[in-house]
């Protein structure tokens, strides 16, 4: 098992930007790789940001390329999502996400923590 705690959302202006964390507990030693997905009001949850637990390679939504970025400290089991340039259509839940070895699905799912970009 893995738990996933996210931390670091809240309301910031247009232009702005902000970090999440995500703490990760648990059979860290199983984890392939980490992801951030956000879903809006009145939508689906979608793909923001992956980064490989070993040897680091990432790879960003469209929407967030160049603006976002995923970096993880394997020493602190934590996984930052920097965002930048922050958009009102960047409003969202944040989830973090786990996969494991075995699986090529994300199998573990924090809580979510709310970003809010304000116009």
């Known amino acids: 098992q893995v738990q996933l705690v996210e931390s670091g959302g809240g309301l910031v202006q247009a232009g702005g930007s902000l970090t999440l964390s995500c703490a990760v507990t648990?059979?860290?030693?199983?984890?392939?790789?980490m992801g951030w997905f956000r879903q809006a009001p009145g939508k689906e949850r979608e793909f923001v940001a992956q980064?490989?637990?070993?040897?680091?390679?990432?790879f960003y939504a469209g929407s967030v390329k160049g603006r976002f970025t995923i970096s993880r400290d394997n020493a602190k089991n934590t996984v930052y999502l920097q965002m930048n340039s922050l958009k009102p259509e960047d409003t969202a839940v944040y989830y973090c996400?786990?996969?494991?070895?075995?699986?090529?699905?994300?199998?573990?799912w924090g809580q979510g923590t709310q970003v809010t970009v304000s116009s």
């Open positions: 648990g059979r860290t030693f199983t984890i392939t790789a």
């Open positions: 980064i490989r637990w070993s040897g680091g390679s990432t």
């Open positions: 996400a786990s996969t494991v070895v075995g699986s090529a699905t994300y199998d573990y």
